[in-house]
T-cell receptor, first 115, second 113 residues
Framework: DAKTTQPTSMDCAEGRAANLPCNHSTISGNEYVYWYRQIHSQGPQYIIHGLKNNETNEMASLIITEDRKSSTLILPHATLRDTAVYYC????????????????FGQGTILTVHP | DGGITQSPKYLFRKEGQNVTLSCEQNLNHDAMYWYRQDPGQGLRLIYYSQIVNDFQKGDIAEGYSVSREKKESFPLTVTSAQKNPTAFYLCASNKRTGNAEAFFGQGTRLTVV
């Protein structure tokens, strides 16, 4: 699986958008980008994933560059409860995206949302 | 409600003893995973299983063993060969197809004294 690089930590003001970058310059054509977050001492929570198109759900938006070498997770209106460690993961899938390989985590980004 | 359950939440053992951590899911997921997390660190993959009766080593399998006799269960045994077993252990599961969103348990904090 391709490795990812994320900043160690970021700050964001409450109510503002939080933009978390991820570099995955060695990503392969059959690898998806996944984002999870972990609040202290809990199990990680799935946020969003995508292949090459931008994606949006009720939690966040995922912007993937055209060359797929980097992506940005956007939390549009950050709240104090969004303070967590955010993990960007690339994960192999078969050609049809119908089955997936193992899930390997990196160090993640510590996002601190302050009042 | 469907979910993934780890038990117990806290576990204490004496050095040199084997200990088994439980992970059960009723989500009908094919794949299950075990991770270890040390303070201030990310998750490291210990073992994973894509189907019943099959499993593969992850990045830090030494000193651990698993079994996958049933789809719902993926117990992890921390053996006396694991040099530094005190850690937070997380279990996860997902479908192998479709969305493949992984669901995590709440973790077991193992302390070896």
């Amino acid at each position: 699986d391709a490795k990812t690089t994320q900043p160690t930590s970021m700050d964001c003001a409450e109510g503002r958008a939080a933009n978390l970058p991820c570099n995955h310059s060695t990503i392969s054509g059959n690898e998806y980008v996944y984002w999870y977050r972990q609040i202290h001492s809990q199990g990680p929570q799935y946020i969003i994933h995508g292949l090459k198109n931008n994606e949006t759900n009720e939690m966040a938006s995922l912007i993937i560059t055209e060359d797929r070498k980097s992506s940005t997770l956007i939390l549009p209106h950050a709240t104090l409860r969004d303070t967590a460690v955010y993990y960007c993961i690339v994960r192999v899938a078969n050609a049809g995206g119908t089955s997936y390989g193992k899930l390997t985590f990196g160090q993640g980004t510590i996002l601190t949302v302050h009042p | 409600d469907g979910g993934i359950t780890q038990s117990p939440k806290y576990l204490f053992r004496k050095e040199g003893q084997n200990v088994t951590l439980s992970c059960e899911q009723n989500l009908n997921h094919d794949a299950m995973y075990w991770y270890r997390q040390d303070p201030g660190q990310g998750l490291r993959l210990i073992y994973y299983s894509q189907i019943v009766n099959d499993f593969q080593k992850g990045d830090i399998a030494e000193g651990y063993s698993v079994s996958r006799e049933k789809k719902e269960s993926f117990p992890l045994t921390v053996t006396s060969a694991q040099k530094n077993p005190t850690a937070f252990y997380l279990c996860a599961s997902n479908k192998r197809t479709g969305n493949a969103e992984a669901f995590f348990g709440q973790g077991t904090r193992l302390t070896v004294v």
